[in-house]
């Protein structure tokens, strides 16, 4: 499978910044907080439980709007072809995040039929977990490392839960992947540190209150990652 989606110094041992994705943005104002940090990444979530669940009108409007090199990712949870359809119809996309229950066989789908990178995010909470990442690294893009969510969550992600980082010490990887899930300005750095990523994710971490983002925490979370030996983007 070819990679279509590789941004220099994302591959592990090529070095380069950590790269930050702010996730769950719903006004111009978190976009305009997350281009000034100098994340790499946008998120945009479609699922109707969230808090930060907005309508393909108000992301398309804040995508259209978006400064050029950051990129725009929807989050979607199994969706159907009929939304993503009508997302892409609509949102200037860079990348499509699938965050549900989708198949090894579903993510090739997906990328085949919008021609867009796909991130298969996987849920960890034990080492067995873990297992099943290798499939999904066969036919995604990237991959989103993320706290597998409580047994009867409302959501699959977004819930501010880390998990042992030290799971994914000494792990080889084959595609391009992101560390997720309870990462804060306090504690990135470290998590950096013990897994070795050189992308991560946040939502929580970076609200005032479920689903208002702050862009002070947002600052700060892109600052931290200047403390973790790589530069900062
Ligand atoms: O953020 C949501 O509301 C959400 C809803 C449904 C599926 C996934 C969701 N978020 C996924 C993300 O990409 C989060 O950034 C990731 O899970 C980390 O979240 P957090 O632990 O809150 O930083």
Redesign the pocket.
């Known amino acids: 499978m070819p990679v279509r989606f590789v941004a220099p110094g994302q591959l592990p041992g090529q070095g380069g910044a950590v790269r930050a994705?702010i996730?769950?943005l719903r006004s111009a104002g978190d976009v305009a907080a997350v281009a000034e940090a100098g994340a790499a990444y946008a998120?945009f979530?479609f699922?109707p439980?969230?808090?930060?669940?907005l309508s393909i009108d108000e992301a398309a409007a804040l995508a259209i709007e978006a400064p050029v090199g950051l990129a725009k990712v929807a989050?979607v949870?199994d969706a159907s072809d009929d939304l993503l359809d009508a997302i892409t119809a609509r949102v200037p996309l860079d990348m499509i995040?699938l965050?549900?229950a989708e198949s090894p066989g579903r993510v090739a789908d997906v990328r085949a039929r919008y021609g867009l990178p796909v991130m298969k995010?996987i849920g960890i909470a034990e080492a067995s977990d873990l297992e099943g990442l290798a499939q999904y690294e066969a036919v995604a893009d990237q991959i989103?490392v993320?706290?597998k969510p409580p047994k009867n969550a409302d959501?699959?992600?977004?819930?501010?839960?880390?998990f042992d980082w030290r799971l994914l010490q000494g792990r080889q990887w084959r595609r391009p992947w992101m560390l997720?899930?309870?990462?804060t300005p306090k504690n990135v750095a470290e998590a950096v540190r013990l897994t070795g990523a050189r992308q991560v994710?946040?939502?929580?971490?970076?609200?005032a209150s479920p689903?208002c983002k702050d862009p002070a925490l947002i600052a700060a979370f892109t600052a931290a990652l200047a403390h973790t030996g790589a530069p900062k983007l």
């Open positions: 994705k996730c769950g998120g979530v699922f439980k969230s808090p930060r669940n989050l949870v995040q965050h549900g995010a989103l993320d706290a959501l699959p992600g977004g819930n501010g839960l880390a997720a899930g309870g990462l994710d946040v939502s929580s971490g970076v609200e689903g």
